[in-house]
């Protein structure tokens, strides 16, 4: 079978970015599992039959530097022995922008061919392949329009709209996403099929000599923190995680405790800003900007709580990155969330900062609760996994032919 795979994304904005996390974890483990036939073996309920001998891989998308090829030189000097293709065609950035809206040459007419091609984020190329399978992660931009600017609402809705007809396959990465993709393009359920992602290996628990107290230092923090994660803007509800950290600290006189907010700053940051600057605690409110993975995964490790105040998300990789480095989460009881925690008890009603600080509280106050949540947290971690994505995806592209 002959798989092609549009990784613009990847070849543009690398993996700094959740859609490019995804495909790179994907590829690694579609090209691992034909190494590992007695795995996919065991997986026999996802997977009908065993990958054959004779896949061939040809990754294609379009490219406006240089800066990520070291990513596919990577690829292909670690897995010599597979069969793998690239078609990468250099635009300009203005170009870049306009893929999917103007006119382009089919891309079997640049010299790509293959038996099925996967898009993996929203976008479909010009192609002459019907055999097409479309990851959509999310439908924020049909359900929260107000989070984003009017010019990404409308270009993402008359493009993901004409694209989820074109496809033959839909993957959706949660049930929650499945009901926005019925509900707002009428795609008959049939045709999408949920495959829920996973945290990367370096998300885990650190052993105490790999633990480095000098990320605490590098940002400022001097005592026991809760910590929340992802790109400061509207959907993921910093202002109300603010409100209820001035609760928790202003009741329950929680003096040695700080709110640290990892993430870029991303549209729309204004009112999280505004929340932060009329906080009487702003000074035990740290945000650190974008990090490291490496920084990261030490944050995870160290803190005493991770909350997760997000109105809305397709999958939402911050909770089962803290989940698998063995820390007590809660978080909104709101779209896919639900479907990552799988612990009622853990979640909150997303703009109540009065709830959200009595589990804070809850937890924070009471060691066996913290442990008993921290081993919660980590069993359900251990039922994702890439390999798995893999497998149920590997499924699909055959489903697809």
Known sequence: MKIGIEVSTILNFGTRIGSGRYINNLIKN????DDNDDKNQNQAELVPHKPEDGNE????????????????????KKYPQKNIKTSFYPVTRNQLGKIGQKKFPAIEMLGFKSDMLHCPDYIIPPTFNKNIVLTIHDMSFFRFPEFNFEWFVKKYQKMVSRNAKRAKIIIADSESTKKDIIEYLGT????IHVVYLASEDIFKILEEDETDIKVMQKYGINCNFILSVGTIEPRKNFKTLILA?????????????????AGK???????????????????DIIFTGEISDYDLVQLYNMASLFVYPSIFEG????????MSCGLPVIASKTSSIPEVLQHPDLLFEPFDEKEICIKM???????NLSSYIRKQCLVNSKKFSWEKTAAETL???RHCI
């Not at 008959?188 to 045709?191: A, F, I």
């Not at 940051?269 to 009487?280: G, M």
């Open 265 to 283: 700053t991303g549209w729309k940051s204004e009112e999280t800003f505004n929340s932060f600057n009329n906080s009487k605690y702003k000074e």
């Open 315 to 322: 999958f939402g990789f911050p909770v089962l990155e803290a």
């Open 30 to 33: 579609l090209l691992k599992s």
């Open 245 to 261: 950290f001035d609760l928790l600290k202003k009741k329950y006189k929680f003096r040695n405790m700080k709110l640290v907010i």
């Open 188 to 191: 008959n359920p049939s045709r």
């Open 395 to 397: 499924a699909i592209y």
């Open 57 to 76: 891989f040809v990754f294609t998308g379009y490219r406006a530097s240089d800066e990520n090829m070291y990513i596919f030189e990577d690829l292909l």
């Open 361 to 367: 509280d809850e937890i924070l106050s009471n060691d």
